[in-house]
C-alpha cells in the first residue's frame, strides 16, 4: 500500500484551461507517468498525456514537472519530497491541444527544412565506408530521442513566437553539426547554413537545452560552440579568408555539391545553395572575433507562466551554467580560475 500524495495538473485546451488538485496513492519506485496512468484509471479519465515507451527512449512524454521540462517516464517520485506538491504542465514552447499534450510540428518542420545527408557522387548506398573513429564525435548526436525538452527550454523561442520562423532550436543545431562531422556527408556549407538560416546566431550559449536533455547530450559544448567557432573561422581566418578571394564562390559553395537524398524537402535541403538570410539576425561576430554579449539586449525574458505558478528561467540555483566572468584571471585566492575548454565557469 502506498502513500496519498498531493498532485496539480493542468487541464484545458487551445481555448484556456487551468490547474486542477488531486489526492492520489504514490507506490515505492513509481514515476510521474505512472501517476498519471493511475489518475486515468481512478479520478479523470479524459486526462490526455502522449506516451508509447514508458523506457526513456521515444520521447513521448515531455511535459514540465514543477517547472522543469522532463520526460514523465523518467522521473521517478522518490526524487521529490514525500510531501512534496508534483505541479505537472504542459510543454510551453508548444500550442496546446489538449492538457499535457501539445502540438509539436513546429519541429518536424524545422527537420524537413535542414538539409538532408549528402553523400558524394558516385558513391551509392552500400558503397559507403567509414571507421569507428570517423564517427566518434558525431555518434554522441545519435542519441536523440526528439523529446523537444531542449527546443521547449530555449529561451529564443520560449516566450517568443515571432523568432521561431527564424530559429531551428538546439535539436537541429546537432543535426547540422553531426551532418558536418559527418564523414562521407559532402556539403561544405553547413556552418553558414546554421548560422544565415537555422538562426544559430540567436544562441547566446546559456546551455538551458543542454540541461534539459535526458540524453545527456552536450549540446552546447559538443555541437553549438564549434559550429559557432567554425563559422567565425571561415569569416575571419586569414588563409581562408584568401581562398575565398582567389577563387569564384561558385568554386566555395556550390560547385559539385550532392544533393541531399531525402525527398519532399526543401530546394536547400535538395543541395541548391541558398541565397537569403532570414531575419532577425544575431549578433555581428566583431573584427576581433568575438560577440557582443546579448542576453541583455536581445528581448528574451521568460514571460509569466501561462499554466500558472511555474518559475522560468530556472532559478539560477538549479543550472549548472553560470555567465562567464567578465575577467579572466588570479582569483582572490591566488588561483588560477577553472573556465573550462569554452571558458565558462561551472557550478558545482
Ligand atoms: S544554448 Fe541556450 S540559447 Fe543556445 S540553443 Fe541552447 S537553450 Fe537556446
Ligand atoms: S537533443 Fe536531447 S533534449 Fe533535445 S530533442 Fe534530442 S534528446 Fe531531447
Ligand atoms: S514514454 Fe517514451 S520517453 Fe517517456
Request: charged share 30%.
Amino acid at each position: 500500500m502506498g502513500t496519498k500524495r498531493h498532485f496539480r495538473v493542468w487541464r484545458g485546451d487551445s481555448a484556456g484551461g487551468d490547474i486542477e488538485d488531486f489526492d492520489v496513492e504514490v507506490n515505492e519506485g513509481e514515476v510521474v507517468l505512472d501517476i498519471i496512468h493511475r489518475l486515468q484509471a481512478t479520478q479523470t479519465p479524459d486526462l490526455a498525456c502522449r506516451w508509447n515507451c514508458k523506457a526513456g527512449k521515444c520521447g513521448s512524454c515531455s511535459m514540465e514537472i514543477n517547472g522543469k521540462p522532463r520526460l514523465g517516464c523518467m522521473t521517478r517520485m522518490s526524487t521529490f519530497e514525500e510531501d512534496e506538491t508534483v505541479t505537472i504542465t504542459p510543454l510551453r514552447t508548444f500550442p496546446v491541444i489538449r492538457d499535457l499534450v501539445t502540438d509539436v510540428s513546429f519541429n518536424y518542420d524545422k527537420a524537413r527544412e535542414t538539409p538532408a545527408f549528402a553523400p558524394p557522387p558516385g558513391v551509392a548506398p552500400g558503397d559507403y565506408r567509414m571507421q569507428q573513429v570517423d564517427v566518434e564525435r558525431s555518434q554522441e548526436f545519435r542519441k536523440c530521442i526528439e523529446c523537444f525538452l531542449c527546443q521547449n527550454t530555449c529561451h529564443v523561442v520560449r516566450d517568443h513566437e515571432e523568432n521561431k520562423a527564424a530559429f531551428s532550436g538546439p535539436r537541429y543545431f546537432i543535426r547540422a553539426a553531426e551532418l558536418d562531422m559527418h564523414p562521407l556527408d559532402d556539403r561544405e556549407d553547413r556552418k553558414e547554413y546554421a548560422q544565415s538560416h537555422q538562426g544559430m546566431g540567436l544562441c547566446n550559449i546559456t546551455k538551458c537545452c543542454t540541461e534539459v536533455c535526458p540524453e545527456h547530450i552536450k549540446i552546447t559544448d559538443n555541437a553549438i560552440i564549434p559550429m559557432k567557432e567554425r563559422v567565425v573561422d571561415r569569416r575571419y581566418d586569414p588563409l581562408v579568408w584568401l581562398g575565398r578571394k582567389i577563387f569564384r564562390r561558385d568554386q566555395l559553395d556550390g560547385d559539385g555539391m550532392a544533393p541531399s537524398s531525402s525527398v519532399g524537402v526543401t530546394d536547400v535541403a535538395k543541395g541548391a545553395p541558398f541565397t537569403t538570410n532570414r531575419g532577425p539576425e544575431g549578433p555581428e561576430v566583431r573584427e576581433d572575433g568575438r560577440m557582443d554579449v546579448t542576453e541583455v539586449t536581445l528581448p528574451t525574458q521568460g514571460g509569466p507562466s501561462p499554466f500558472g505558478d511555474q518559475e522560468f528561467p530556472l532559478p539560477s540555483g538549479r543550472v549548472a551554467y553560470q555567465p562567464p566572468a567578465p575577467q579572466y584571471g588570479v582569483h582572490d585566492d591566488g588561483q588560477d580560475g577553472d573556465h573550462g575548454t569554452d571558458g565558462h565557469h561551472q557550478a558545482h
